[in-house]
């Protein structure tokens, strides 16, 4: 099947820097879009950015002008480049990836990573 695996999160001082990358494995055939989102305790999962293939990256307005959004097919790998950190970025942050299967390429499906803890915090 498909698995993705976060990397980078941690604790951070305000006005600090993380970089989170997301690696995508398993039969994928291509992948369509790949992003991260971001939960709160206490609040629901939130888009913070994404990018389509071949396509302009999008940003939560809360993010823009800090966060940056890449990727890699060749490594099937998106990273989040998060500078100016603030406290309220504090979240557990998910990668999501909707892509399609060796098995199914007639069908677009959605997978989510385990999610990765960043804390920005003095």
């Known amino acids: 099947q498909v698995q993705l695996v976060e990397s980078g999160g941690g604790l951070v001082q305000p006005g600090g820097s993380l970089r989170l990358s997301c690696t995508a494995s398993?039969?994928?055939?291509?992948?369509?879009?790949m992003g991260w989102f971001r939960q709160a305790p206490g609040k629901q999962r939130e888009l913070v950015a994404r990018?389509?293939?071949?396509?302009?990256?999008t940003y939560a307005d809360s993010v823009k002008g800090r966060f940056t959004i890449s990727r890699d097919n060749a490594k099937n790998t998106v990273y989040l480049q998060m500078n100016s950190l603030k406290p309220e970025d504090t979240a557990v942050y998910y990668c999501n990836a909707v892509l399609r299967t060796h098995q199914s390429l007639g069908t677009l499906s959605n997978y989510w990573g385990p999610g990765t803890q960043v804390t920005v915090s003095s």
């Open positions: 990018i389509i293939d071949g396509g302009t990256p």
């Open positions: 398993g039969s994928i055939f291509s992948i369509s879009v």
